[in-house]
Structures are given as C-alpha cells and as structure tokens.
C-alpha cells in the first residue's frame, strides 16, 4: 500500500468511527459532542498517530508506559491530550506524569496514593479514572464494585489528582450481553459514588468500550470510548 493510501484509508475509517459514535449516541438520546474518542495508537507507527492528528483527533492514548513516554515525547509538538490507559506500575508513574493529561486505570488505592504523592511532588494535577473489574473475571484489573464503593469516603484524601469517574474492560471478548451488563454495572456504581463520594469527585465520566463493543457502551452511558484496532483497519501492515 502506498502511503497515500493508507492515508486515506486512515482518514476513512476515523471518520466512519465518529459516525457510528454519534448514531450509537443519538441513540442513547445523547449528543455526539458528549461522547469522547480516544484513539488508541499502541498498533502502529508514530507516523500514523501524527497524521490522526492532524485530521483533527485531540485525545490519544496508550497502554504501555515505554511507549507512551516515547510517543509524548516525540509529538510533543502537536495538540494532543496523552491519556494512559494500560497496568501502570508505582516505579513508572512520575515519568507518566510528565506528560499525561488522563490516566484511566488507577486499579487499586495503593496505585492512587502513589500518583497523589508524586503528582504533588511534581506540582501536577492529573485528572484519573478509577478502573473497576466489574465482571470478577481474574484475569481484569481494577477495584472491586462493593470494595470501592464501600471505602468511597477514602477518596476524600486525594488532592493532587482530580477524580471524575470510572473506566472497565467488558469481562469476556466476543460476548456482547455480557459487555452490555458490565457496562450497566459500571454506570450504576457511578451513580451509587455520586451520592457516596466527597462532593469535589465529579463522577461526570465512563471510559468504556473498546473496538469490538464502543457502540454497546455508548448505548449504556460512556462519555469516552477507546478504540484501537476498528481505526487502523486495513493497513496495520502497511504501518507498524
Ligand atoms: C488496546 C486497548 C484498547 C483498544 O483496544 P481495541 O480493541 O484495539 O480497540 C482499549 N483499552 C485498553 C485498556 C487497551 O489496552
């Protein structure tokens, strides 16, 4: 493939993505402008995730702190809001920190107290979902629905981080009723935090759904979809 084309082929794609947001939005009986893409650029060159910026994509993302570093640094140039989406360990965070606008997968208190500590240290304020394993499935990440809910006052310590909601895998890949139902689970924990947490954690914001189920969580509430392998369709080959 020539690099005009898969330049196109990317700009294709990107825009038929944020169509099916905004029917799947229109849907819910949302706007589309209430629905965040955060394209999630792990799969392919830097070059690929230049030219989404510059068909106008602002938010990106990456799960791996190496490469997330890497990427920041190298489009450091560019309009881009960094989120952090993948396992972040404490020994990597203030280096994460340096430039990342969003961290969605604070998956544990211990993790949280980390990024408050080095976050003030730095004179940073990252804004951070909480990420909950809303189907107990082992294998997931994040803080157990009872468990956070139950502790939520504790959430009150956090000064250096702005909290504003949550962020889910869906349990098990391929199976649409169940991501649909850990979709559910997680905007119904959202609503029992807004009534249990301190009053300065919005909870305004779920980060759910991935390539295979953005529409299913547009549907059950999500206010930002992180979608990878559905935009580079058709010419991960040609990039990575
Ligand atoms: C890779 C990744 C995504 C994007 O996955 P796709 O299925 O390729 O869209 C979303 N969220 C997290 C946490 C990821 O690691």
Redesign the pocket.
């Known amino acids: 493939m020539t690099n005009g084309s898969w330049m196109s082929r990317l700009e294709r794609n990107l825009r038929e993505i944020l169509n099916r947001m905004a029917r799947a939005a229109e849907r819910s009986g949302r706007s589309p402008e209430s629905v965040r893409l955060i394209a999630?650029t792990?799969?392919v060159s830097e070059d690929a995730a230049r030219y989404l910026v510059r068909l106008g994509q602002r938010d990106l993302g990456e799960?791996r702190p190496q490469q997330f570093w890497t990427r920041a640094e190298a489009l450091a140039d560019a309009a881009v809001a960094w989120h952090f989406?993948?396992p972040l360990q404490k020994n990597k965070v203030r280096k994460t920190l340096k430039h990342v606008a969003w961290i969605?997968?604070v998956e544990s208190w211990e993790l949280l107290a980390a990024i408050e500590r080095m976050a003030a240290e730095e004179g940073k304020r990252p804004t951070v979902l909480l990420e909950v394993n809303v189907s107990g499935n082992p294998a997931k990440h994040g803080f157990s629905p009872d468990g956070l809910l139950a502790e939520a006052e504790k959430l009150s310590q956090f000064r250096s981080v702005e909290i504003r909601g949550l962020m889910c895998?869906a349990g098990w890949e391929g199976d649409a009723a169940g991501a649909r139902r850990d979709f559910q689970t997680l905007r119904s924990l959202q609503e029992q935090l807004r009534a249990a947490a301190p009053k300065e954690c919005l909870f305004d914001q779920l980060s759910m759904g991935?390539?295979?189920d953005f529409e299913i969580a547009i549907e059950e509430g999500a206010t930002m979809v992180?979608?990878?392998?559905?935009l580079f369709e058709g010419i991960e080959g040609d990039l990575s």
């Not at 992180?226 to 559905?230: K, P």
């Open positions: 999630v792990k799969y799960s989406i993948g969605h997968s895998m991935m390539s295979g992180r979608v990878g392998s559905a």
